[in-house]
């Protein structure tokens, strides 16, 4: 019988993975929070090695917490307190875990997206090149969940080449849904800001400035501020050929930025409008590489990205990179080739994704689960 880890680093995850591990008969799976790992046992010495992977995840968490503060930046002495604060509880972590998988040997190991800061320790420093693993994320479409085993998002085993999804033949095809997911806003500003909406606007959903998807995946815009001054040089480079920008604040976000409200023209806050009808009544929907961006996709708007994401694709989306290129895919906004477009969606709604929303996880979604590693672990 393999055996499977699901390492869970809150109480929720630990609660999904009690339920799929309660739904497999054939898997030995074993649920681990991870404030439950052992003390260490072992040697203290790390490599050089260890070391500068271990910095590294340092840094990021330190550039992560500049992301959500004033102008993107910690002050010195704040930066000084946290890189010791970090580096003790990352070292501390990582002891811990390396005693724990040095005496537990696994088939395959499951990490909810493997981008936060413990996973990323586990992913690079900790597993062998034998065993397997499973990244579980929200899933694009409502009601769906990510299972993937080589990542989430960009990293994710959703394949880049569009002559994929136009040979692929699905099992059977799927009814799309019309409606999205509604998300509530955790900080009372995010509805403020609610200029009226014009008659011809491009969207533009603001994302979380710390989150995975900037830090990773968007090489050429940095934050929200950079997205804005782009949006900013867009209109006045078009002089006044281009439609508004309608910027919508993401819901999350713990970023405050009500500095940005009113200052250009060109450039309006709907903070308190659905984002179903932002995309569609927009002229085009302009994303790094937001959620939102497939969700226009699914409703059939075109769609421009300015960062890496698994749905940018040639012939589903435009991809641009400068405030020149941005004024022309706006101008005449391409939609999706309708053939690719199809292909594409049928095949993550009914291969790719597990239907069921994980916080439910019904029996037929922990069921699904189960078959999804008894899969990897066959074809290992």
């Known amino acids: 019988m393999s055996s499977v880890l699901l390492l869970a680093v809150n109480r929720h995850q630990e609660t999904y993975f009690r339920k799929i591990a309660a739904a497999a008969t054939s898997l030995n799976i074993r649920i681990l929070h991870d404030n439950r790992l052992p003390l260490i046992f072992g040697s203290w010495k790390i490599s050089d090695y260890e070391r500068q992977v271990l910095e590294e995840i340092v840094q990021l968490r330190l550039d992560t917490l500049a992301q959500e503060s004033p102008g993107y930046r910690l002050s010195y002495f704040r930066r000084k307190r946290l890189t010791l604060q970090y580096r003790l509880s990352v070292w501390w972590f990582y002891l811990r875990a390396r ?151 993401h819901p999350s976000s713990k970023n405050d930025y009500r500095h940005l409200h009113n200052r250009h023209p060109g450039v309006v806050f709907c903070n308190q409008e659905e984002t179903q009808r932002l995309i569609e009544t927009a002229r085009c929907v302009v994303t790094i590489n937001s959620s939102v961006g497939f969700e226009a996709l699914l409703l059939n708007k075109p769609v421009i990205t300015l960062g890496k994401s698994f749905y940018a694709l040639d012939g589903l989306v435009t991809s641009v990179q400068s405030a020149a290129d941005l004024v022309t895919a706006c101008q005449n906004p391409q939609p999706a080739d309708p053939s690719l477009r199809d292909a594409f969606l049928q095949y993550l709604y009914s291969e790719y994704y597990v239907h069921g929303c994980w916080r439910t996880a019904s029996d037929e979604h922990t069921a699904a689960v189960v078959q999804r590693m008894e899969r990897i672990l066959k074809n290992a």
């Open 99 to 249: 005693s724990y998988f040095g005496q537990n040997c696994f088939d395959l190991v499951g990490l909810w997206s493997g981008m936060k800061w413990r996973q990323r320790i586990i992913r690079q420093l900790l597993l062998p090149a034998e065993t397997r693993t499973l990244f579980f994320e929200n899933g694009a479409f409502p009601d769906t969940t990510t299972v993937d085993p080589e990542g989430v998002n960009f990293g994710s085993s959703i394949p880049d080449d569009p002559v994929f999804f136009l040979s692929h033949k699905p099992l059977k095809k799927k009814e799309l849904p019309h409606r999205l997911s509604v998300r509530k806003a955790s900080h009372s500003r995010k509805t403020e800001g609610n200029q009226l909406l014009p008659a011809e606007f491009c969207f533009v959903p603001f994302q979380v400035d710390s989150d995975t998807q900037i830090l990773e995946y968007s090489p050429d815009i940095q934050n929200m501020e950079q997205l804005y001054k782009l949006l900013c040089d867009t209109a006045d480079l078009s002089d006044g050929r281009l439609p508004v920008f309608v910027v919508k604040e």
